[in-house]
């Protein structure tokens, strides 16, 4: 398997992350809100593209600080 350069550990990180969480809460919260039946489906596809539109510039600038304020938080060597 190719792997890409350290460089674009932000990027590939800021995708993968929006496209799941989006995917994810965007099923959720369609099926809370109008049930499963025979147009669900349609309703979460609709629902995640509009969520990922927003998710990726977000998690693209947020990322960086949820880093940060984690390494602040979390010891990161071995006692």
Known sequence: MAS???RY???VFALIMSCLMSLLMS???TF???GLDGGFALRWLRAWLVAWVVAFPLVSVIAPLAHRLTRR???TTEL
């Open 4 to 6: 890409l350069s350290s």
């Open 9 to 11: 550990y932000t990027p």
């Open 27 to 29: 099923g959720v919260i």
């Open 32 to 34: 809370i809100n109008t």
């Open 73 to 75: 938080l979390v010891q």
